[in-house]
C-alpha cells in the first residue's frame, strides 16, 4: 500500500533555531500534501495544504512566515517551522493524498523545543 | 462541512466484539463516511469507508444506516493493538485537494 515516509520522528532544537521536517511518498505521487499538527491529548489540527508546484494554502491563524511549506516535487514535501519557540512544540504530522484520492499519513514529529 | 459527533470514550474486553457509533445527522448525499485509527504517538491510519453500503475489510467492518444518519465501526474481536483513537470523518465524494477534519474522536481501551 501507499507509504508516506516522515523524518525525523523526534528532534528537540533550541528556541529561536529553525527545524525542517521531511515527509516523502514512496510508492505515489502526491499531489496534494496536509500538514496537521496535535497537541497533547487533542485532536489533529489542519495547518496548510500545499499543491505540487503551487504555493501553500494556510488555515486561519497559521503563520505562513513561521511555517514554511514546500512541494517542490511529487514525492517530497518539507515544512520547516522557523524561529521556533516552546509553543510550537507539538506532533507534526503530514498527508499525502494522490490523483486517486486517499489520504495516507506519515508517522508524525515530536518537535520540542527548549 | 457535516460534523460527526462519536463518544468520548468506550472500554472492550480483548477478544470481544467492539462497535464504535458515529452521528451524522447533516451528512449530504455525496458525502463519504470515512474511518481513521490513530495509534499513540503515531500518525493515523485508514480503517476502513463507505458512502451508503455495509462494508468489510480485514481490518473491520462498516454498517451504515439507512437514512444514512449515523454509522457504527464493529471491531470483531479487539485486541490489546486495537486501542486507539478511531475517528469517524465525512468527506466529499472527491477526495483530491480536501483535507480529512478530524474531530475529537473515541478512545478506545481494551482490557486483558
Given at each position: 500500500?501507499?507509504?508516506?515516509?516522515?523524518?525525523?520522528?523526534?528532534?528537540?532544537?533550541?528556541?529561536?533555531?529553525?527545524?525542517?521536517?521531511?515527509?516523502?511518498?514512496?510508492?505515489?505521487?502526491?499531489?496534494?500534501?496536509?500538514?496537521?499538527?496535535?497537541?497533547?491529548?487533542?485532536?489533529?489540527?489542519?495547518?496548510?495544504?500545499?499543491?505540487?508546484?503551487?504555493?501553500?494554502?494556510?488555515?486561519?491563524?497559521?503563520?505562513?512566515?513561521?511555517?514554511?511549506?514546500?512541494?517542490?516535487?511529487?514525492?517530497?514535501?518539507?515544512?520547516?517551522?522557523?524561529?521556533?519557540?516552546?509553543?510550537?512544540?507539538?506532533?507534526?504530522?503530514?498527508?499525502?493524498?494522490?490523483?486517486?484520492?486517499?489520504?495516507?499519513?506519515?508517522?508524525?514529529?515530536?518537535?520540542t523545543v527548549v | 462541512d457535516a460534523k460527526t459527533t462519536q463518544p468520548n470514550s468506550m472500554e472492550s474486553n480483548e477478544e470481544e466484539p467492539v462497535h464504535l457509533p458515529c452521528n451524522h445527522s447533516t451528512i449530504s448525499g455525496t458525502d463519504y463516511i470515512h474511518w481513521y485509527?490513530?495509534?499513540?504517538?503515531?500518525?493515523?491510519?485508514?480503517?476502513?469507508?463507505?458512502?451508503?453500503?455495509?462494508?468489510?475489510?480485514?481490518?473491520?467492518?462498516?454498517?451504515?444506516?439507512?437514512?444514512?444518519?449515523?454509522?457504527?465501526?464493529?471491531?470483531?474481536?479487539?485486541?490489546?493493538?486495537?486501542?486507539?483513537?478511531?475517528?469517524?470523518?465525512?468527506?466529499?465524494?472527491?477526495?483530491?485537494?480536501?483535507?480529512?477534519?478530524?474531530?475529537?474522536?473515541?478512545?478506545?481501551?481494551?482490557?486483558?
Amino acid at each position: 500500500g501507499a507509504v508516506v515516509s516522515q523524518h525525523p520522528s523526534w528532534v528537540i532544537c533550541k528556541s529561536g533555531t529553525s527545524v525542517k521536517i521531511e515527509c516523502r511518498s514512496l510508492d505515489f505521487q502526491a499531489t496534494t500534501m496536509f500538514w496537521y499538527r496535535q497537541f497533547p491529548k487533542q485532536s489533529l489540527m489542519l495547518m496548510a495544504t500545499s499543491n505540487e508546484g503551487s504555493k501553500a494554502t494556510y488555515e486561519q491563524g497559521v503563520e505562513k512566515d513561521k511555517f514554511l511549506i514546500n512541494h517542490a516535487s511529487l514525492t517530497l514535501s518539507t515544512l520547516t517551522v522557523t524561529s521556533a519557540h516552546p509553543e510550537d512544540s507539538s506532533f507534526y504530522i503530514c498527508s499525502g493524498s494522490g490523483v486517486d484520492g486517499g489520504y495516507t499519513f506519515g508517522s508524525g514529529t515530536r518537535l520540542t523545543v527548549v | 462541512d457535516a460534523k460527526t459527533t462519536q463518544p468520548n470514550s468506550m472500554e472492550s474486553n480483548e477478544e470481544e466484539p467492539v462497535h464504535l457509533p458515529c452521528n451524522h445527522s447533516t451528512i449530504s448525499g455525496t458525502d463519504y463516511i470515512h474511518w481513521y485509527r490513530q495509534l499513540p504517538s503515531q500518525g493515523p491510519e485508514y480503517v476502513i469507508h463507505g458512502l451508503t453500503s455495509n462494508v468489510n475489510n480485514r481490518m473491520a467492518s462498516l454498517a451504515i444506516a439507512e437514512d444514512r444518519k449515523s454509522s457504527t465501526l464493529i471491531l470483531h474481536r479487539a485486541t490489546l493493538r486495537d486501542a486507539a483513537v478511531y475517528y469517524c470523518i465525512l468527506t466529499k465524494n472527491s477526495n483530491s485537494g480536501y483535507a480529512l477534519n478530524f474531530g475529537k474522536g473515541t478512545s478506545l481501551l481494551v482490557t486483558p
